[in-house]
């Protein structure tokens, strides 16, 4: 079984930052692609930013040049590192992470409990 657990939420005013972390743990292999999605009130859940095990990084358009991915592979952890945050980026912050299990030949999609992160004045 593979875990994921996100820490890092709460509430912020317009402008300020957070910053997220994931850890995966359990019968771990390897991972390839980690990332971050989020999904807002009354809204479907989007991709935020993910990264690849080399450190290849893709990101919405909404988040570019305010939030940064980044990880830990030693530790299988991936942080997101948010700045300049605004009132519309209130949502519930997934991790997700494509994990090949011990044993296992494929990889898996996990996905965290989800932390909310809350801007506003």
């Known amino acids: 079984q593979v875990q994921l657990v996100e820490s890092g939420g709460g509430w912020v005013q317009p402008g300020g930052s957070l910053r997220l972390s994931c850890a995966a743990s359990?019968?771990?292999?390897?991972?390839?692609?980690m990332g971050w999605y989020r999904q807002g009130p009354g809204k479907q859940r989007e991709l935020v930013a993910e990264?690849?095990?080399?450190?290849?990084?893709n990101s919405a358009d909404s988040v570019k040049g305010r939030f940064t991915i980044s990880r830990d592979n030693a530790k299988n952890t991936v942080y997101l590192q948010m700045n300049s945050l605004r009132p519309d980026d209130t949502a519930v912050y997934y991790c997700n992470a494509g994990v090949r299990s011990l044993g296992s030949t494929w990889y898996t999609a996990y996905w965290g409990q989800g932390t909310q992160v809350t801007v506003s004045s």
């Open positions: 990264i690849t095990h080399s450190g290849s990084t």
């Open positions: 359990g019968s771990i292999h390897s991972i390839n692609v």
